[in-house]
């Protein structure tokens, strides 16, 4: 069992408990409430700002010029990638940047990002793999399974294109370049410090499932 297969089945509850999201599923046929995309998209883009340093400390803490460039490549996709989706949809939603940057976060986004962010500053490259492999493995699990459900969904008109860039061949390319860089990773990882890994991607896959929670609920 590689260490990704490992991971994903200690959290497989957790992960199958997105699918059936009222949150996600609204993505999905098309029924989510506006306001509860609108209120998500803002939280999610102050999200990616912490998450995109959750990626530099990879670099920092990177042993060898290869990790370094490929911590370094993650940065510039979600800064000039991954937000680009936020930055098209904050557009037709009306809602500036720097007004998004400006917003309060939710407490339950505060502490998904602090907790990385402690993973990032207290352990090493292999730890910061494992806690930002969650948000990005499941965002690609949920929109497959979405367009799998809903052949048409990435055409809907407004959500289509959250499920497309999710579904997207260049997002999937980018995860199998971090599953590979989390298995060289922790080639030589002891039981312990496999285990520590799991606690690591469980806690962040729960913090997954809260964020869906948060967004449905809107919760300050």
Same mark, same amino acid.
């Given at each position: 069992?590689?260490?990704?297969?490992?991971?994903?089945?200690?959290?497989?509850?957790?992960?199958?408990?997105?699918?059936?999201?009222?949150?996600?599923?609204?993505?999905?046929?098309?029924?989510?409430? +506006? %306001?509860?995309? *609108?209120? #998500? !998209?803002?939280?999610?883009?102050?999200?990616?700002? $912490?998450y995109a340093k959750?990626? /530099?400390?990879?670099?920092?803490?990177?042993?060898?010029?290869?990790?370094?460039?490929?911590?370094?490549?993650?940065?510039?996709?979600?800064?000039?990638?991954? +937000? %680009?989706?936020? *930055?098209? #949809? !904050?557009?037709?939603?009306?809602?500036?940047?720097? $007004?998004?940057?400006?917003?309060? /976060?939710?407490?339950?986004?505060?502490?998904?990002?602090?907790?990385?962010?402690?993973?990032?500053?207290?352990?090493?490259?292999?730890?910061?793999?494992?806690?930002?492999?969650?948000?990005?493995?499941?965002?690609?699990?949920?929109?497959?399974?979405?367009?799998?459900?809903?052949?048409?969904? /990435?055409?809907?008109?407004?959500?289509?294109?959250?499920?497309?860039?999710?579904?997207?061949?260049?997002?999937?390319?980018?995860?199998?370049?971090?599953?590979?860089?989390?298995?060289?990773?922790t080639t030589d990882?002891?039981?312990?410090?496999l285990r520590r890994?799991?606690?690591?991607?469980?806690?962040?896959?729960?913090?997954?499932?809260?964020?869906?929670?948060?967004?449905?609920?809107?919760?300050?």
């Amino acid at each position: 069992m590689t260490t990704t297969d490992r991971l994903l089945a200690c959290t497989s509850d957790i992960w199958e408990g997105y699918h059936t999201h009222p949150f996600v599923r609204g993505i999905g046929d098309g029924t989510l409430d +506006m %306001e509860k995309f *609108r209120y #998500y !998209m803002v939280q999610d883009y102050k999200y990616l700002i $912490d998450y995109a340093k959750v990626f /530099a400390l990879g670099v920092a803490k990177a042993q060898d010029m290869e990790t370094m460039g490929l911590f370094a490549g993650y940065v510039h996709q979600i800064l000039h990638g991954e +937000m %680009e989706i936020h *930055r098209g #949809y !904050m557009k037709r939603l009306g809602i500036a940047p720097e $007004d998004a940057e400006a917003a309060p /976060a939710a407490l339950d986004n505060i502490s998904y990002t602090a907790y990385m962010l402690k993973v990032a500053y207290e352990g090493g490259p292999a730890d910061i793999a494992a806690a930002i492999l969650s948000c990005a493995l499941s965002y690609e699990h949920i929109a497959k399974r979405i367009v799998a459900k809903h052949p048409r969904a /990435a055409e809907h008109p407004f959500y289509g294109e959250w499920v497309s860039g999710y579904a997207d061949e260049g997002y999937c390319a980018a995860n199998r370049e971090l599953i590979a860089l989390t298995e060289r990773l922790t080639t030589d990882c002891t039981e312990a410090q496999l285990r520590r890994l799991e606690d690591i991607f469980t806690v962040c896959s729960r913090y997954e499932a809260a964020f869906w929670d948060m967004a449905w609920e809107m919760k300050p």
